[in-house]
């Protein structure tokens, strides 16, 4: 099977794979050569698959969608990064998450900012 693992802005992953296992909304889901076509929405979750060379591969994913047609499956997810072991994985996600979390505080700082801004201007114009 051809494996294609696609954030808006990053190819994670673009090989040739024997097995997939991901976690849907409904369960897990292995994914073998001649699988049936199917679609499904994607939890956040990790994601394995095992290449040509045997040794199983992981990524962390956040949710998103799975399509399975013919030989290709796409997996499109908001965030994806791939590890080469589970526990090099995981501090690469907490790291992520932390700075996602910088981010979003700063965002949230400026929104309220322009949120007061805007309530000054209205309040000006009824004077």
């Known amino acids: 099977m ?7 802005t990053t190819l994670v992953v673009d090989e040739r794979v024997e097995k997939i296992t991901v976690q849907g909304e409904d369960g897990s889901r ?9 679609v499904t929405a994607l ?10 060379d045997g040794h199983e591969e992981f990524v962390a994913v956040d949710e998103g969608i799975m399509t399975k047609a013919g030989d290709d499956v ?3 997810v908001a965030y994806a990064v791939r590890g080469p072991e589970l526990g090099a994985l995981r501090e690469m996600v907490e790291r992520h998450l932390a700075e996602g979390g910088e981010r ?5 700082t400026a929104l309220a900012k322009l949120e007061a801004s805007i309530v000054r201007r209205f309040m000006e114009l009824g004077d």
Request: aromatic letters at 6%; charged letters at 20%; glycine letters at 0%.
């Open 104 to 108: 979003e505080k700063v965002v949230r």
């Open 74 to 76: 796409l997996i499109s």
């Open 30 to 38: 292995t994914l073998l050569p001649r699988h049936i076509d199917f």
């Open 2 to 8: 051809n494996l294609r693992v696609a954030t808006p």
């Open 43 to 52: 939890v956040p979750s990790v994601m394995s698959y095992v290449p040509a």
